[in-house]
């Protein structure tokens, strides 16, 4: 039997359960790494960006955002889908105009993330945005959400003692505040 860090599984065969506008849903047999053949369903998602926008005054420009999904309101750092061939950092660009008013001047790579491994392929990419200038906000009619301002020390915090619980924006900030220690 062969050990996981051997090579990697592969698709034997893959179907198309569900095509939505944002996700598709397939059912997957694969061949793992241990030579186990089994059966996934696996959510496949175009990928993100999520940025988090640090004000000269070191403070965070958050979203309160409408989740239909979780049922109520969640504060996020601003991020949204990738277009079809959009880079990460254009993406992170654009979405950070469209929810939070503003442009970066200054963009700087926090990483990546997988948001949820075990059924999903959606991997979201993280900034840091600096030297912000004022811009217009451009909603989609999705996107119900205020822009709050948090000092960074205050977000952290939050993300340090659970009070934020969404994964990107817990991430993305402890990234963007460890990278700031490091100046």
Same mark, same amino acid.
Not at 57 to 63: E, K, N, P, Q, R
Not at 115 to 123: A, I, L, M, Q, W
């Given at each position: 039997m062969a050990s996981p860090d051997d090579g990697r599984g592969r698709t034997l065969e893959s179907r198309v359960r569900y095509e939505g506008r944002t *996700? #598709? *849903?397939?059912? &997957? %047999? *694969? =061949? @793992? /790494?241990n030579g186990h053949q089994v059966e996934l369903d696996v959510v496949r998602h175009p990928g993100a960006a999520a940025v988090v926008p640090l004000d000269a005054?070191? #403070?965070?420009?958050?979203?309160?955002q409408y989740r239909h999904t979780v049922g109520g309101?969640?504060?996020?750092?601003? =991020?949204?889908? @990738?277009? /079809?061939?959009?880079e990460p950092a254009a993406c992170a660009h654009r979405e950070l105009e469209e929810e939070a008013g503003v442009r970066a001047t200054t963009l700087r790579e926090l990483?990546?993330? !997988?948001? #949820? /491994?075990? !059924?999903?392929?959606?991997?979201?990419?993280? !900034?840091?945005?600096?030297?912000?200038?004022?811009? &217009?906000?451009?909603?989609?009619?999705?996107?119900? @959400?205020?822009?709050? %301002?948090? /000092?960074?020390? &205050?977000? &952290?915090r939050r993300a340090v003692d659970g009070e934020l619980v969404d994964a990107k924006s817990t991430v993305a900030i402890l990234r963007a505040a460890a990278l700031l220690r490091q100046r």
């Open positions: *996700v #598709s *849903v397939r059912s &997957e %047999r *694969v =061949a @793992l /790494p005054d070191g #403070s965070l420009l958050m979203v309160r309101w969640l504060l996020e750092v601003p =991020a949204g889908k @990738l277009a /079809p061939g959009e990483g990546s993330i !997988f948001v #949820s /491994p075990g !059924f999903c392929d959606e991997r979201i990419w993280l !900034f840091l945005a600096t030297d912000l200038v004022p811009s &217009e906000q451009r909603l989609e009619a999705d996107e119900v @959400l205020a822009v709050e %301002r948090l /000092p960074l020390a &205050e977000a &952290e």
